[in-house]
């Protein structure tokens, strides 16, 4: 029987390239299948993985009916036994639940892989639909490190280095790659950096990036991962932290 499985993980743990993999696993066998991507990090109507993998994909949009992509398909004649649904987070709950539609009336697989919470750990509509109506859910066993060498378990957004807690929840860009500087506010000439960063719960909660942990290590006699980044931005390293 068709299964809806939603693979999830942070960033950075392989959800692309295992996304491809199946993909080539169950053409191999003859089976027909649609690839679906949202806002990739290659650009639109792609799936890309950090190893350099790469191939085309129907980019899903907010109007996008995954019932109607699969009925034209099949009405046309061609094969679709199943659907690879990538950077799943961003679809709408509506849609989560057209592919569980898909699942269940007409016998498609849907394999889906994406983020469960983003930069403020709060969980992304799309990945909550997921969990809330998938056969199965899978957390991906490649794990993602902090920069302490941990497991890491949360995504972080940073700005200039420095680990923020508010903006909007969608901004397109990946691990040790600037995402869109309109994201958040010029500060006079200076354009801020945006990217992310996958950290530990302890060094999440502390807000310690590998960049704060640095500049901390050169400054204080303590070690990075037994200081609280808040306090110590409020006890003289602040400037050096934000950059300021």
């Not at 990036?209 to 400054?219: K, N, P, R, V, Y």
């Amino acid at each position: 029987m068709a299964e809806l499985i939603f693979f999830s993980g942070t960033m950075d743990c392989g959800k692309s390239t295992l996304a491809l993999q199946m993909d080539y696993n169950h053409r191999a066998r003859g089976r027909g299948g649609v690839r679906f991507s949202r806002n990739d990090r290659a650009g639109e109507s792609r799936i890309s993985s950090r190893l350099g993998l790469e191939t085309d994909a129907m980019e899903v949009v907010d109007g996008t009916d995954f019932w109607e992509e699969v009925m034209l398909r099949r009405t046309q004649g061609q094969r679709v036994d199943y659907l690879i649904c990538d950077e799943a987070q961003f679809y709408t709950p509506e849609q989560v639940e057209q592919l569980a539609k898909v699942v269940d009336e007409i016998d498609v697989d849907v394999f889906a892989f994406g983020i469960t919470a983003d930069f403020r750990t709060r969980l992304f509509p799309g990945s909550q639909r997921l969990v809330e109506l998938a056969d199965r859910v899978q957390v991906l066993q490649v794990e993602a490190l902090c920069w302490c060498g941990r497991r890491a378990t949360h995504n972080a957004r940073t700005v200039d280095g420095v680990m923020v807690t508010e903006g909007a929840q969608v901004v397109v860009g990946d691990v040790d790659m600037v995402g869109d500087p309109a994201a958040v506010e010029p500060l006079g000439d200076h354009v801020p950096v945006v990217g992310y960063e996958t950290l530990c719960r302890r060094h999440y909660m502390r807000r310690v990036t590998a960049h704060g942990a640095a500049l901390m290590g050169q400054q204080d006699p303590l070690l990075p991962f037994d200081v609280d980044a808040c306090l110590w931005r409020g006890s003289g390293g602040a400037g050096a932290v934000a950059g300021t």
